[in-house]
């Protein structure tokens, strides 16, 4: 099993930026498709950005597209999201997570390794 550790979280004024990784234990990264997901209080898990194995594919919801950018290091175990243009309500806890069931997919429930979660907080 893939263990996910996530970094660069933090508090960041609206327009600001911010990036955040995703560690990946394991040498069988380059076979999992990838994801971040996100989560503020009081609402449910929702995708933010994902991409495939070979991070060719990607795909993002409209409340991010254009301002948040998925990318992957197979050389480094590493799946990054740069977030530009932050928004107050891009606030919420950010997991990194990884799926061994499916190549690509927008659905939580089809990622089977999770990260602890990083915070992201956007201030107006």
């Known amino acids: 099993q893939v263990q996910l550790v996530e970094s660069g979280g933090g508090l960041v004024q609206a327009g600001g930026s911010l990036r955040l990784s995703c560690a990946a234990s394991?040498?069988?990264?380059?076979?999992?498709?990838m994801g971040w997901f996100r989560q503020a209080p009081g609402k449910e898990r929702e995708f933010v950005a994902v991409?495939?194995?070979?991070?060719?594919?990607?795909t993002y919801p409209d409340s991010v597209k254009g301002r948040f950018t998925i990318s992957r290091d197979n050389a480094k175990n590493t799946v990054y999201l740069q977030m530009n243009g932050l928004k107050p309500e891009d606030t919420a806890v950010y997991y990194c997570?990884?799926?061994?069931?499916?190549?690509?997919?927008?659905?939580?429930?089809?990622?089977?390794?999770w990260g602890q979660g990083t915070q992201v907080t956007v201030s107006s």
């Open positions: 991409l495939n194995r070979s991070g060719g594919l990607t």
């Open positions: 394991g040498r069988t990264f380059r076979s999992y498709a």
């Open positions: 997570a990884a799926s061994t069931i499916v190549a690509f997919s927008v659905k939580s429930n089809e990622y089977d390794c």
